[in-house]
Every structure is written in structure tokens, then in C-alpha cells.
């Protein structure tokens, strides 16, 4: 547990210190933050680093299809209360990225950690964490992630047993049953509004009957568990039947999720709800998303929306029509190279959007506009999007590298 003995040998620092040399070497070359890169560097010299780096820490860890960038940032927020945090607060969120994160925060008492999805079961055994949180599972990055049952059931596999306390999401039937191989789970009503991945049952297959909130399977019996914690409107309320209001920066509906699944995590090392909810309204904009930016005379609102539940989380948010709309959609590596995924998208709910749209993959995402009704331009790019876009804020979403292209030429 936390304490300030030195877990390191001599191996592990010189690997730290070899790691920390290379990521400068990296941010010097402009080639970003060198985490990655850095922490591969370290993990080759010490292969044993992260469980070393993660010993004297009370660790958490947050894995989701989407959201964990954010919830992650609000967890810290919150625990940041009760100690000093050391967090991948850039989301660099697979071991080697995990690991330069924690070799930052050598005082640290938490280590709050996202988790890419496919590496939840390896960066649990490494690091013995006090908690685990899980938000959601949905389809993503189709060419290469695997099908969201498969996920589902190395998260079940790769945490049976766990000491962890998990904190999971009641309404998704696909990190129940993930959650469920667990002893100690607390069940979160946090809400679903992205069912296209969750309507057979996960345990037997059966057909998944969901009347209003609830769910369940009517061959099998698999149902949704009580949860102790839920987000009510504008309130979470906690198991002992308190409403704490919640004052986000943040917009929309899924950030008062997170923000619910963020205050029992908190709760779980002795933070109380209100000092949690407090904390977590410092947060203005978690790496770029949700910054409203200036550029050619115009505020633009940057929105990250990486696969089909992104999306229509990312559209109930946005302002009212006439708002202008730019949609860029990149298909390189990170993003995942397969754009099928978009015809997953209601686009129908931007009619009445003037829309505008960009990226290497433009042409794609055109044809399916066209297929929903909508009205649009195709433009070469972001200025040319800006200067045909009729007055008033801009609403700019885009996929993964496409929304790391628009940050660089807005100067975010």
C-alpha cells in the first residue's frame, strides 16, 4: 500500500532514467509527448517496471469504450482531495504509455490509470489495483478490436478472482456480465444510450427484453443488478439515498455519468460524494475535448467522437439548429481503418445543421450523408469548412487522428 519506501532496484531507475531521456529526446524532435516511446524504452530494460512503479501506489483503473479519458481526469480530480495523484492524464493508455506515467509521480499516494480496453486484464495483474472502474463496451475500431463480446469476456476472465473493488456501469448488460465473475462489485446506474451492441444476451445468447430502463434476458434469467449508486438528472445519488448535485464544466449527459461512476469511485477510498463533485468542476476540458477555440475570427467547440455511441452521445450535446457543423473522419491506424462503422451513425439528427465536411475520409463520410438526407459541402479543409460556415459558434467533431490534426492547425 502507499507508503514511501523505494520500490526500485537499480535496474528499474536506470530503466526510468533511460526512459525519461528518450520521451525528451522525442518531444525535442517534435514527434508529441514521448510517452509512448519512452515507456517501451523502460519496459524493455525493466519488464518488471510497471508492477514496480504501481507498489506503493493505491491504483485505479478506468477502461470503457468511451469516456475513459475523461472519467480518468475526474477521478483524479476527485482523490486529489485524500493525496497526491499521478495519472496518464494524455491518455496514453497501453502499458508502455501506462508505465512513463507512473515513473512521473514518485510521491504520488493514487495512481489513477486509463486502460485501453484489450490490455484491462494485463495492466490488472501488474499493477494489484484498489479499484477498478468500467463505464461501457461498444463496437469500436472494427478492423482491429476484437468483437465487443470477445472484450467482454477477457474482462471477465481477466478479473475473476480480482480483489479490486469494481465499480461498473448496472446498465450495460455487456460490463455486467464482464463484471459479474467479481466478488466485490458496486453496480452504478450510470445509463445507456447506445444499445446496438447489447440487445443478445451475453451469457446464453437469448434475445435481451428491455422494457424502459430495465434489462434483462428471458431465457437465462441474466438481469440488471441493483445499483447502490445512480445518476438522477442533474444528481447522483448514493447508497444511502442522498441527492449530491453535480456542477460540471463539462457538457452533456455522459459527463454526469461519469461524473456518477467518478463519485463511487471516490467514495471507495473515503472521499465523500460532495468534496468529489466539488473537485471535479475545476475540470474545463480534458485534452483538447470540449475547448471552444478561437480561429479565423470564429469559436469554434471541439468535440471527439470515435465510433457510433461516440457519436450520438457527442450530436445530444451540441447547440440547436441553425448551429454550422463540421464533421471530419480520418481512417489511419489509430482510428482504425475500416469506416463501415459509419453507417452505425444516426445522422438523421443533424437535419437542419448546416454541415461541412472534411478529413481524409471525407468522401466516405459524404455518400452516408447523402444516404441520410442531409445537406452538406464537401470542403478540401478546415478553413475553407470556417470560411463557408454561415455566422454564430461552430460545432467541429471529429474521429481520433482527424481531431489531433484539427488541435495542431487550431494552435490547441
Known sequence: MAGNSDPLTPRAKLAVTAGKAVAAASRA?????GSVIGGR???KLDPDLLARLAQNLDVTLVSATNGKTTTTRLIAEALGAAGEVVS???GANMPAGITSALAGGSDAKFGVIEVDEKYLAGV?????PKCIALLNLSRDQLDRAAETRMLAENWREGLAGSKAVVVANADDPLVVWAASSSPNVIWVAAGQMWKDDAWSCPSCGGVMQRPGDDWFCGECGFRRPTPSWALSGDHVLDPHGSAWPIHLQLPGRANKANAASSAAVAAVFGVPPQVALERMYRVQAV???YDVVQFMQRDLRLLLAKNPAGWLETFSLIDPPPTPVILSVNARGADGTDT???WDVDYTRLTGHPIFVVGDRKLDLAVRLEV???HFQVCDNLDQAVQLAPPGRIEVIANYTAFQDLRRRVGN
Open 29 to 33: 524532435a517534435g514527434r508529441g509527448s
Open 41 to 43: 524504452v523502460a519496459l
Open 88 to 90: 496518464n492524464a494524455l
Open 124 to 128: 490488472a495483474r501488474d499493477t494489484d
Open 287 to 289: 485534452a483538447g475535448r
Open 340 to 342: 463501415s462503422w459509419l
Open 372 to 374: 441520410a438526407n442531409q
